[in-house]
């Protein structure tokens, strides 16, 4: 009730709550549905049939559930996108470290759900990402306990389910952390200016424009899952799984699509693999980046909001090149895609204080605002 928080917190503030609310309706949703899952590879499609066909509201549980996933991850990104553009990694850095630990918890889960209709593409998604591990010293051994044996099978689908009902809680509690941790020093604001005399209290200033931001986000998810349910999912996954027949295009889901672009940049394994990792932990660097800039929202700073927008089309164009075939130019694409990922990602502050000496070259001295 009487948490201060500054007067000028625009939408882009409303993300966390919004995820808060998703998180919650895929625990829901995921815990009905398991009531009527099988994970075992005889059964896993028949049963997914049967919700769908049979169960009581089972298509509402799983249209939601697979909606609710898509959401999730564009909240994410836009709650990230939303920290980077005004710079919230400088004045929070230990909120942002809970996020980016967050966010791989949630892309964990979001794989090992995928892999749960036991579709073509679950199995051929699991073959390609879990032999990544072989790369590792021990690799092998690893990837042989993972799986239960030599070869991806049903024991490989019970590790996965159980895996799949149990982070979401580790989630859930990681989650609570990241916002203890924001409450410790409050949030930061649009401009990226002490605000300490121009507070409100949270009730019932952003309780009310928390509703507001329900609303809008039920009614999207509302019209995703009832509407365009089949939207985001491949017709591959109604497909028995042929161990004899890869697929031509091995793809995730969209929110892995960059990740998957940067993996297959390069013709190497090791190398694809080390380039993902550099691309989704390069955010963790931003708040030690960040140091050498006083400037935190790009409002002030049109250098870092020019590499910035670039960051997000290019975020797109790698979801493009994702969903394609690795072959001709998309390769070239692909390298140039993950260069300009990492080069924007990781230039932001240093533009930001690039911006700032040409603004104060000459006065010798900053100006106070
Ligand atoms: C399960 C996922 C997540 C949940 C439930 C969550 C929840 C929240 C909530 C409720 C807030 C306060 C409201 C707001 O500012 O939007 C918040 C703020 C914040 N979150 Fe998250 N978050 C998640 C993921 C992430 C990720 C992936 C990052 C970054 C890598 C991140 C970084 C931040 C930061 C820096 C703030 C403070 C922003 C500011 O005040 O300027 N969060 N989060």
Same mark, same amino acid.
Request: aromatic content about 16%; overall charge negative.
């Given at each position: 009730? /009487?948490?201060?928080?500054? #007067?000028?917190?625009?939408? +882009? +503030?409303?993300?966390? #709550?919004?995820? !808060?609310? &998703?998180?919650?309706?895929?625990?829901?949703s995921g815990i009905m549905l398991s009531m009527n899952y099988t994970a075992d590879g005889n059964l896993a499609t028949e049963s997914m049939s049967y919700i769908l066909r049979d169960a009581n509201y089972g298509w509402a549980l799983r249209s939601t559930h697979m909606a609710g996933a898509s959401l999730f991850f564009a909240l994410i990104y836009i709650h990230v996108g939303r920290g980077v553009y005004y710079g919230s990694y400088m004045k929070l850095p230990h909120v942002w470290y809970s996020g980016v630990t967050l966010y791989l918890l949630s892309m964990g889960v979001g794989f090992l759900g995928y892999v749960l209709p036991w579709g073509v593409m679950s199995y051929w998604g699991l073959t390609v990402i879990t032999n990544m591990m072989t790369v590792f010293p021990g690799g092998a051994r690893a990837l042989e306990w993972f799986q239960g044996g030599f070869t991806i099978s049903t024991f490989t689908l019970k590790r996965v389910f159980v895996l799949h009902f149990l982070l979401p809680f580790v989630i859930l509690g990681m989650s609570v952390a990241h916002v203890l941790l924001l409450h410790n020093?409050?949030? #930061?604001?649009?401009?990226?200016?002490? &605000? &300490?005399?121009?507070? =409100?209290p949270f009730h019932p200033y952003y309780t009310s424009k928390d509703l507001v931001g329900f609303v809008f986000m039920l009614a999207g998810l509302a019209a995703l899952a009832f509407t365009f349910p089949k939207i985001t999912a491949d017709p591959l996954q109604w497909q028995t799984i042929n161990k004899m027949k890869t697929p031509a295009v091995i793809k995730?889901?969209?929110? !892995?699509l960059y990740a998957y672009a940067i993996l297959r940049s390069v013709p190497h394994k090791a190398g694809g693999l080390a380039l993902m990792f550099a691309a989704i932990l390069g955010i963790a660097l931003l708040p030690t980046l960040g140091k050498y800039a006083k400037t935190q929202s790009m409002v002030m700073s049109p250098l870092g909001e020019a590499l910035f927008f670039?960051? =997000?089309?290019? !975020?797109? $164009?790698? %979801?493009?090149i994702? #969903?394609?075939?690795?072959?001709?130019? +998309?390769? @070239?694409?692909?390298?140039?895609g993950t260069f300009v990922h990492l080069f924007c990602m990781l230039s932001i502050p240093a533009a930001n204080a690039k911006w700032e /000496?040409? @603004? $104060?070259?000459?006065? %010798?001295?900053?100006i106070q605002i």
């Open positions: 009730m /009487k948490y201060p928080c500054p #007067s000028n917190l625009n939408i +882009w +503030w409303n993300m966390g #709550s919004m995820l !808060f609310v &998703t998180l919650a309706i895929q625990i829901l020093n409050g949030s #930061s604001n649009p401009l990226g200016l002490d &605000t &300490t005399e121009l507070v =409100v995730p889901e969209w929110y !892995f670039i960051w =997000v089309a290019n !975020f797109m $164009f790698l %979801g493009i994702g #969903s394609q075939e690795p072959a001709g130019a +998309w390769i @070239l694409a692909g390298q140039v /000496k040409m @603004l $104060f070259n000459g006065y %010798g001295r900053w």
